[in-house]
């Protein structure tokens, strides 16, 4: 049983598709929340509304945002600093949180390294890799 | 008995799909019982890729799929095996290969074929093909992601 909670934080509707998207393919996800940033946002807006979904309850959250660097990933970052067990993972993809939701059932013991290698791994060039790419069938 | 899940799914392979699927059931290997497949090495290269990194993927079609399904059930390994139609899984219990439980996981809508439950949908050939395959002894479950409670075939099942 996962011990912690994720938390999703993107652009626009992004998180929320992350996670309906993952449903899809794992079922209904539990603990998982989908957060945000709106164009009417402004940063402290934004902060106040993801500070509420890792604050939940006393759980470790992981926090997957969208990009490294933008408000999402800063924000969470900078809550992440006054919380312990809280852990921010930027570039999150749908095979990442899918990762995410079916083997990790803790923060602890490099699962973190392992969930970012199971993300750098999910890129493929895909044509790239298949001894007829390109040519017709 | 080493066969992990014998899966209907006209998607075949859908990379976390199976991944999830694969975790859940602790298959390390898949092999797809399929005709046409078989004969297209561009779709095989495709879907060994699709595959997890490590798990190793066989094609087959139905005549040497079966007695390989049966050789590979007998081993020592965890196989999980994808069928595209109800038919294919019916032709490997008619050559003898036994499961006790065939998984429906995805069998969108075509000709000829209406909806059975949901997003599954069966045509007349393939709903018989589904009795038969419970007459000899299979449960039939439809369960599209490893979280969802099995559907039983014959409580959906309607003739006409």
Avoid at chain 1, 16 to 32: F, K, N, Q
Avoid at chain 1, 44 to 67: H, K, N, S, Y
Avoid at chain 2, 4 to 11: C, K, W
Avoid at chain 2, 48 to 70: D, F, I, K, N
Wanted: charged share 25%; proline share 4%.
């Amino acid at each position: 049983m996962r011990d912690f909670r994720i938390v999703v934080a993107g652009h626009s509707s992004l998180a929320a598709a992350l996670v309906r998207s993952a449903e899809l393919i794992c079922g209904e996800l539990r603990d998982v929340t989908a957060v945000g940033i709106a164009p009417a946002d402004t940063p402290e807006t934004f902060a106040a509304e993801l500070r509420r979904a890792i604050e939940l309850d006393g759980r470790p959250v992981l926090v997957l945002a969208d990009i490294q660097g933008g408000t999402p990933s800063n924000v969470a970052a900078q809550l992440a600093y006054d919380r312990p067990g809280t852990v921010v993972v930027a570039g999150a993809t749908l095979g990442m949180l899918v990762e995410a939701v079916t083997s990790i059932d803790s923060l602890e013991d490099g699962a973190i390294d392992r969930l970012v290698a199971a993300g750098r791994e999910g890129i493929v060039d895909v044509t790239g890799r298949l001894s007829r790419a390109g040519t017709q069938r | 008995m080493s066969l992990r899940l014998v899966r209907v799914d006209d998607r075949l392979i859908h990379g976390q799909v199976v991944a999830v699927w694969l975790r859940a059931v602790g298959a390390d290997r898949i092999v797809i019982v399929d005709d046409a497949v078989a004969r297209d090495d561009f779709l095989v290269e495709v879907l060994t890729l699709a595959a997890p990194t490590g798990v190793p993927v066989e094609v087959h079609g139905v005549a040497t799929g079966a007695p390989r399904v049966a050789e590979l059930a007998a081993g020592p390994g965890a196989v999980f095996v994808l069928v595209k139609t109800p038919l294919a899984a019916l032709a490997l219990r008619r050559a003898g290969v036994e499961f006790d439980v065939l998984n429906v996981g995805g069998m969108g809508s075509g000709p000829g074929r209406r909806s059975l439950y949901r997003t599954i949908s069966a045509s007349d050939e393939e709903r018989e093909a589904f009795r038969e395959i419970e007459a000899m002894g299979t449960a039939v479950e439809i369960r599209i992601v490893a979280d969802d409670r099995p559907i039983p075939f014959a409580s959906v099942d309607r003739y006409g």
